[in-house]
């Protein structure tokens, strides 16, 4: 994601990286971005002005992706917010998000809450970890 806008605050999409379940990348490319950037975020994206020159556009990026994920399961994290970012839709059964796995979040294993409604012991998980932290681990 880059930064556009005045202060750079609106993000829009810059480059997309799929890889299979062993890992290897399948696709990765730069996005072309129709708005002047004004935030690169180069420190956290590696993005770089010459990184867009010549691009694919987001139309074309965005139908090989989805013909990609058809009929897959989904495996990544935080992935609302990279569907979004790619205006997809994918089937929830589909999906496996990783800040909803117990072992990827702070609380690591399910802890035990007390629910004041029913003050019975119920499940509890942790805020999710950051994919700094995850891969660190």
Known sequence: MVGVGSLGRESVLARVTVV??????????HVAVTQKVTDYRTYVS???PAHLKGAPAFDHVQQKVAALLKGRILVGH??????????????????RDLTLYPPCTHGGLPALGVS????????????????KVLAAE
């Open 20 to 29: 299979n379940a062993q890992g290897n990348c399948v696709y990765d490319t």
């Open 46 to 48: 590696g993005i770089r």
């Open 78 to 95: 935080t992935l609302k917010s990279d569907l979004t970012a790619l205006m997809l839709i994918h089937p929830k059964r589909e999906i």
């Open 116 to 131: 004041a409604a029913t003050t019975q012991a119920v499940p509890k998980t942790g805020r999710p970890k950051g994919l």
